[in-house]
């Protein structure tokens, strides 16, 4: 099992940056991989970005070029730094966390973009 907390969250004005922090209850290595989703209002909840276990990285094609999916040093966190956000990126991210067989969340962090 794995417990996931998000942080970084937040309101931020378009054009603007953000960065999520999420911390694994163990070592993000012993996982397939890890990932970023959001939910809009409304929405389904969509893959923002992927990180595996040998660190290659996946984006959705929304957020390609602004987003970018990383390992910390220590051995239990993923980030997502987003820059040049917009007003569509206004959603709750979850953190993600891959195993064999299940798929573990965090909670949530909303992001607002606002104009």
């Known amino acids: 099992q794995v417990q996931l907390v998000e942080s970084g969250g937040g309101l931020v004005q378009a054009g603007g940056s953000l960065r999520l922090s999420c911390a694994a209850s163990?070592?993000?290595?012993?996982?397939?991989?890890m990932g970023w989703y959001r939910q809009a209002p409304g929405k389904q909840r969509e893959m923002v970005a992927l990180?595996?276990?040998?660190?290659?990285?996946l984006y959705a094609d929304s957020v390609k070029g602004r987003f970018t999916i990383s390992r910390g040093n220590a051995e239990n966190t993923v980030y997502l730094q987003m820059n040049s956000l917009k007003l569509e990126d206004t959603a709750v991210y979850f953190c993600?966390?891959?195993?064999?067989?299940?798929?573990?969340w965090g909670k949530g962090t909303l992001v607002t973009v606002s104009s």
């Open positions: 163990r070592s993000i290595l012993s996982l397939n991989a």
């Open positions: 993600d966390a891959k195993t064999n067989n299940l798929d573990y």
């Open positions: 990180i595996t276990s040998t660190g290659t990285t």
